[in-house]
């Protein structure tokens, strides 16, 4: 088995497994993981609709493991900060940011949240890649701006790179956000997943004028019916297209889509930068139309998220939220942290930079529990996948209904070494597939990875991430300790298949 954690430092379950759909019960789940000081549980974001109050979430064990959209009414604890509507809802229509499923129609369901001091509340589930294995701003902007912002048309293919910025802010220190939440509205829909127990409902993102959607594999799971609900009110049917349970990311097609969709324009997470400011579209918690904003937090965060299990003692004295789906592996993401508000149905909604370019599906959150068990509310710690990653996927799923992962062929856990004085934790290998790109580059038991391409690795979980967002044959620099010294190595990584793990 390759790319797999070692047992001891994490217990991870198998990747790619597809979690089940979460339903809008309370139940909380939650991933023991040690990742030294690196552990983080955090708890998906969909929240089930219905007349009734919603569930209450279920507390969760593993730090890295979040559950799914659609349970407990209560705020997925995701850490956003008061939103400020993008624009009105639809009189009746579940549109808006992401959050648990409790929009403002459906029917009732019985029961619908890195580092130690939190706990992640996942808003989707995050998949392990190198083996099984996963991972899961700081200050509110302000709206005013003192200079006016410009808007402007363009649409996007998925993996067509970044187009024309629909908003060309005049003071980049003070965006106009009424500019973006303008811009970006249209492009953001509410999804409405009517499943075996009761509804659920999320948030999802217009890619392309054929009505393809992308959303949380975690919002659409087991769902019987599926409806998208536009900004102006307007509601369709849709049908999956495809769904990718390890990176916890599906697109659905809306049936008979009209001809003046607005696709999201694409952005580029590569460029991001803490401190960034950034704005959530989605539907949280059923409000249709609702924008937060915050900063880039911090880049390349392992987050791990995972499907409904039984309840288990988080180190962050807070427990997951599961909402909605069954045991599954863990989703392991290197994403983006931010600050703005993210809570319970802003799952599978947008994270976008002032100029509205899409850099990021909103996935998790980060809650501390409540002493009732349940999550505590938003507290400023949320989580995105990158759209880098979104694009590689979307790409695949719409093409093939699909998606395929590359995979280096070790099986990691936490882990330190000498680097001169000092000491640099990283992923040390604890096995090496024979066959696979991890031999053919010549790794070793016992070498531990501290970078992938230049970007720090400090832990099995970081190393899994960035694995997972490689693109099959793309080939790798990796910094290893070995002996006491820095040696590089490159790997090309191949596709993982069935027999690798």
């Known amino acids: 088995m390759s790319d797999q954690q070692h047992t001891p430092p994490t217990g991870t379950g198998p990747d790619g497994t597809a979690p089940q759909w979460y339903t809008p019960r ?36 593993d730090p890295y493991r979040a559950a799914p959209h659609g349970s407990a009414p209560s705020p997925y604890a995701t850490p956003h900060p008061p939103t400020a509507p993008m624009a009105p809802p639809p009189p009746s229509g579940p549109f808006g940011p992401s959050g648990h499923s409790s929009g403002p129609s459906g029917s009732s369901s019985s029961g619908s949240g890195r580092r130690r001091a939190a706990e992640l ?34 649409s996007t293919q998925p993996g067509r790179g970044s187009d024309a910025a629909p908003v060309q802010q005049a003071n980049a220190n003070a965006p106009d956000w009424t500019a973006t939440a303008s811009a970006v509205a249209p492009s953001v829909v509410a999804i409405t997943a009517t499943l075996p127990n009761g509804m659920a409902q999320g948030s999802g993102v217009i890619i392309d004028d ?3 959607v992308v959303t ?17 009110g307007r509601t369709y049917s849709a049908q999956v297209r495809g769904t990718d349970p390890s990176t916890d990311l599906a697109v659905i097609t809306i049936d008979q889509a009209p001809s003046d969709l607005t696709p999201i324009t694409m952005g580029d997470s590569d460029a991001l930068e803490v401190g ?53 592996g863990p989703v392991v993401t290197n994403a983006i942290q931010t600050s703005a508000a993210i809570n319970p149905g802003n799952s599978g909604g947008a994270l976008v930079d002032a100029s509205g370019r899409l ?7 980060a809650s501390l529990g409540s002493s009732s068990g349940g999550q505590s509310g938003s507290i400023g710690i949320g989580f995105a996948i990158p759209v880098t990653e979104v694009q590689n996927i979307a790409k695949q799923l719409i093409a093939n209904g699909e998606a395929k992962h590359a995979f280096l062929g070790v099986v990691p856990q936490n882990g330190s070494a000498s680097d001169g004085s000092a000491t640099l934790a990283g992923a040390e290998i604890v096995s090496v597939e024979p066959g696979t790109p991890a031999a053919a ?22 190393l899994v991430g960035y694995v997972r967002e490689q693109t099959i044959g793309a080939t790798v620099k990796l910094t290893v300790l070995r002996d006491g010294k820095r040696v590089q190595v490159q790997a090309t990584l191949a596709e993982r298949n069935a027999t690798t793990g």
């Open 26 to 61: 309370s139940s909380t789940t939650t991933a023991d993981r040690s990742a030294g000081d690196h552990t983080q549980t955090a708890t998906y974001d969909q929240q089930p609709t219905g007349s009734g109050a919603p569930g209450t979430p279920s507390p969760g064990t």
């Open 121 to 154: 509340t996942a808003v989707a589930v995050l998949a392990a890649i190198l083996s099984a294995g996963g991972t899961v701003a700081a200050t509110r902007l302000v709206d005013d701006a003192q200079a006016p912002a410009t808007t402007q048309s363009s």
């Open 210 to 212: 054929s009505g393809h």
């Open 216 to 232: 949380n594999n975690h919002v659409v799971a087991g769902a019987t019916k599926l409806q998208v609900t536009l900004t102006d």
């Open 276 to 328: 960034d400011p950034v704005m959530a579209v989605g539907n949280p918690l059923g409000l249709a139309g609702t924008v937060t904003t915050g900063i880039v937090s911090a880049l390349n965060r392992p987050v791990t998220t995972q499907a409904e299990e039984p309840q288990q003692q988080s180190p962050f004295n807070g427990g997951f939220q599961q909402q909605q789906q069954p045991a599954s």
């Open 359 to 365: 850099v990021g599906i909103n996935s998790a959150i």
């Open 441 to 462: 580059a010549g790794l070793k038991k016992g070498d531990v990875i501290v970078a992938v391409n230049g970007d720090a690795v400090d832990s099995a979980e970081s």
